[in-house]
Nanobody, 120 residues
Framework: VQLQASGGGLAQTGGSLRLSCVAS????????MRWFRQAQGKQREMVAAITAGSMPDYADPVKGRFTISRDNAKHTVYLQMNSLKPEDTAVYYC???????????????WGQGTQVTVSS
């Protein structure tokens, strides 16, 4: 299972960006999908998660500003980021818990990361 993230870039404080992450591969089932971020010099942290049934969960710093959604038919997860702040600057990674149809267990898969920079 490969994950390809896109949509990062430069935004001003108060602006918006939308990240997308597409999963591809042969014959797999995706369970939860999540977005993480890692700012320079800091540990990677979870930003938002969404279950297979589209139940979202958010880290406190982004509640009310970010919205996670998914399109199961397209194997895609989105992160709509509004009211951006300089502290949102980080590399954003998508993550999927998926199982190949030939496997018995789920595994974690990671995308390559996309840079989000918010200027003050």
């Amino acid at each position: 299972v490969q994950l390809q993230a896109s949509g990062g870039g430069l935004a001003q404080t108060g602006g918006s960006l939308r990240l997308s992450c597409v999963a591809s591969g042969n014959s797999f089932n995706i369970n939860a999908m999540r977005w993480f971020r890692q700012a320079q010099g800091k540990q990677r942290e979870m930003v938002a998660a969404i279950t297979a049934g589209s139940m979202p969960d958010y880290a406190d710093p982004v509640k009310g500003r970010f919205t996670i959604s998914r399109d199961n038919a397209k194997h895609t997860v989105y992160l709509q980021m509004n009211s951006l702040k300089p502290e949102d600057t980080a590399v954003y990674y998508c993550n999927a818990r998926a199982r190949k149809t030939t496997a018995f267990t789920f595994s974690e898969y990671w995308g390559q990361g996309t840079q989000v920079t918010v200027s003050s």
